[in-house]
């Protein structure tokens, strides 16, 4: 079942002073089904980041739509855009965004606190969460006192608590060591296993392999795409290599 549609999106910056064009995504074209695990790659400059931003609801194309489950997002208030987030959509960014003064458990249910759930349903759904995680017996820490790995897993505890339809996740392995990279990229390919769907833009090959798909985005359009299928993660990686490749010497799809 389709979840997400991208269709033919366009965004166009004007720079300062009403200056020169800048058209970071030229035709934006793709579909995400229901428990996908989807990365997108490209150069820097290709658009990934305004392309993540759109889908965060945090920008508007120039043209076209995005459409979660049926809900052109174009069509979102400001008001409700915050809420849409916070419900829809859970987010991994880089840097963590975790909050220094409260508690992983807290951090973890910020969103919840927000959105005014009872104290009894929180503690219902975080307590599976930080199982699946390895974090139970990090809750009443605080982030300064714990691990890269660790605040990151904070993190996918936090997007996941709302059972959001999609997970967003920005260079999720950019800030950690090689060994903490592979247990977050084995996090993700769990909760994949359980119906999660996953959207994740990232530079890192490695990071990439463990997807179902690749998208390739150049110039600001979708470039090449690759479909894992039966293949081992070893293969995946090797081809995301060859495009990548292409991409940098100006090879043909």
Do not use: W
Not at 43 to 64: R, V, W
Not at 180 to 187: H, I, N, R, S, T
Not at 201 to 224: C, N, P, Q
């Amino acid at each position: 079942m389709e979840i997400l549609k991208v269709d033919q999106v366009k965004k166009i910056y004007t720079t300062r002073f009403g200056g020169n064009n800048v058209q970071a995504l030229r035709d934006i074209t793709f579909t995400v089904e229901s428990g996908e695990y989807v990365a997108i790659m490209g150069e820097s400059g290709s658009g990934k980041t305004t392309l993540l931003n759109i889908l965060a609801t945090l920008d508007q194309p120039t043209k076209g739509k995005i459409v979660l489950e049926g809900k052109d997002l174009g069509r979102i208030s400001e008001k409700k855009a915050a809420k849409f987030r916070r419900e829809q959509l859970g987010f991994v960014f880089q840097e963590f965004n975790l909050l220094d003064t409260l508690s992983v458990k807290d951090n973890i249910l910020l969103p919840l606190v927000l959105s005014g759930y009872p104290q009894n349903e929180m503690m219902a759904r975080l307590k599976p969460i930080a199982g699946r995680l390895h974090i139970s017996e990090l809750l009443e820490k605080y982030p300064y006192e714990i691990s890269g790995g660790q605040k990151q897993r904070t993190a996918v505890a936090r997007a996941l608590i709302m059972n959001p339809k999609l997970i967003l996740a920005d260079e999720p392995t950019g800030a950690l060591d090689s060994h903490a990279a592979m247990q977050l990229l084995d996090v993700f390919s769990e909760i994949n296993r359980g119906g999660q769907t996953i959207l994740m833009v990232t530079h890192s090959t490695e990071a990439a392999s463990h997807a179902k798909r690749v998208l390739f985005i150049k110039d600001g359009i979708v470039y090449h795409q690759l479909y894992r299928g039966e293949r081992s993660r070893e293969e995946m990686y090797q081809m995301i290599t060859n495009v990548l490749t292409a991409i940098a010497t100006g090879g043909e799809r």
